[in-house]
């Protein structure tokens, strides 16, 4: 079993957890998370630690235990902290806003990009240019983050459009001019 796997997850007082027909479920102060738990993966779990096993010591799914044993501390983490992810949009004339459940973003094309929030995701827009995404289940969290990402990835001679804040950018020399 990996060396991931074999860690006990603590469960803290303000997060209730429960396993029915191979779903896990914590539920905490920000929210409900639900995760499918893989067939040959078995759970053992008190009032205050889960810990992960396998089921008749099958070697088939050990690659399972340590992404398992993830998945679960980042559901009990997520109900009491959650997770988030920060964008950055460069370029003259590249803006965000947020009205109503939908991101506006105007990212030099013909049009607005709509981008629909979806449920359990905050985005907060600040200087019209940095994106806060926030939300307690950290797969939807990153996911969000990479298709806004998507619509516009940064080139790399200018370094115009969407990027994480942590993001390095290499750049490209351009054109020069000749004689």
């Known amino acids: ?59 088939e799914f050990e690659k399972f235990s340590g992404l398992t044993r993830t998945i679960i501390a980042n559901s009990v983490i997520g109900v009491v902290k959650g997770f988030s992810k920060d964008l950055e949009i460069i370029g003259v004339g590249y803006r965000a806003e947020v009205k109503n459940k939908i991101l506006v973003l105007n990212l030099g094309f013909s049009h607005q990009v709509n ?15 940095l994106l806060k995404i926030t939300g307690f289940d950290k797969e939807l969290v990153g996911l969000v983050a990479a298709r806004i990402r998507e619509l516009k990835k940064p080139e790399p001679y200018k370094g115009k459009g969407i990027k994480y804040s942590d993001e390095v950018i290499k750049r490209k020399v351009g054109k020069a001019s000749g004689k």
Do not use: H, Q
């Open 1 to 59: 079993m990996s060396r991931i796997g074999k860690k006990i997850v603590e469960i803290p007082k303000e997060v209730k957890i429960d396993l029915k027909n191979g779903v896990f479920t914590s539920s905490g102060p920000l929210g409900k998370v639900s995760k499918r738990i893989p067939e040959g993966i078995v759970l053992e779990m008190t009032d205050s630690s889960v810990s992960v096993k396998l089921k008749n010591n099958n070697a």
């Open 115 to 129: 981008f629909e929030i979806p449920d359990g995701i905050k985005i907060a827009v600040e200087k019209n240019t």
